[in-house]
Each structure stands twice: as C-alpha cells, then as structure tokens.
C-alpha cells in the first residue's frame, strides 16, 4: 500500500532507500516499507491526508490505514471541546453582566432611598464649589 507523504531527513543524509536523501521529499508516493525505513533511518515522516492535513508517522502508527478517520475523530472532539468553552465563557460573561447591573441598581436604589432623589449636577457647578471651598480655606488660613 501506498501513502503520500513529505520526507524531512533532520539534518543527516538517509541512506536506507536505494536513492540517498539530503533534502526534504515533498509529496512523494511510498509503499509502508519504504516509509519503515525512512523512520528508522532518523527521518520525520508525515502523511499528508486527503483533506491536505500533515499527520506525523511513527513505528507506531506508519502501517495505519484509517489515520484520516482518526483525524477527523479527534478534529471533532477538538471542536467539540472549542465549543463547549465559548459557551461556558459566554455564559460566564453573561453572569458577571447580570450581577454587574444588579450591583449597579442597588447602588441606585440606596441613594435614592438614602438621599431621596439623586440629581447630576454640572461640571461647571461642581468645578465651581470646588473653587470656593479653595477660597474659604485660604481665608481661613490668612487669618491665623
């Protein structure tokens, strides 16, 4: 059986074909025993799947003939897991809003019922204020 694979040869020249490899093999079509003696040569094998996904071969797994059914299964399940994560975190986010705002309406309810009717006052009149208590204090303090 054939695979289509890339062949990277780390750094060190396989001689276990009967064509030496020095450079990295892109696409190349080779039967399981090929591919066998490329992984115990020290080179990094992977399968290129039919969807273009790079799966890395090892002794274990370079005779596998459903690597693309296992890929996908675990793409699933990645997927899967990426999914139930945003939920959790929208509803996470969602919470924090929902005591946020409550939080925000206790504070208003409290003023309101504490000092009756709370009413913004302008900048101007606050800056205003704050500029006269300046002046009474610098009063005060020249009389001393």
């Known amino acids: 059986m054939k695979k289509r694979v890339n062949v990277y040869p780390n750094g060190r020249v396989i001689t276990t074909l009967s064509v030496p490899i020095r450079n990295t093999l892109m696409g190349a079509e080779l039967d399981l025993e090929e591919i066998r003696k490329l992984l115990v040569g020290g080179a990094s094998v992977k399968e290129i799947l039919p969807n273009g996904a790079l799966v890395p071969l090892t002794m274990n797994n370079y ?3 459903d690597l693309f059914e296992k890929y996908q299964q675990e793409v699933a399940a990645e997927e899967a897991a990426r999914n139930q994560k945003r939920v959790e975190e929208e509803k996470l986010k969602q919470d924090i ?3 946020n705002e409550s939080r925000r309406d206790a504070v208003a309810a409290f003023k309101r019922g504490a000092f009756g009717e709370v009413k913004p006052q302008p900048t101007a009149t606050v800056e ?4 006269e208590a300046a002046r009474a204090k610098i009063e005060a303090n020249k009389h001393k």
Not at 128 to 131: H, P, Y
Request: no cysteine; glycine share 0%.
């Open 63 to 65: 005779a596998d003939t």
């Open 97 to 99: 809003a929902s005591k």
């Open 128 to 131: 205003q204020s704050a500029i």
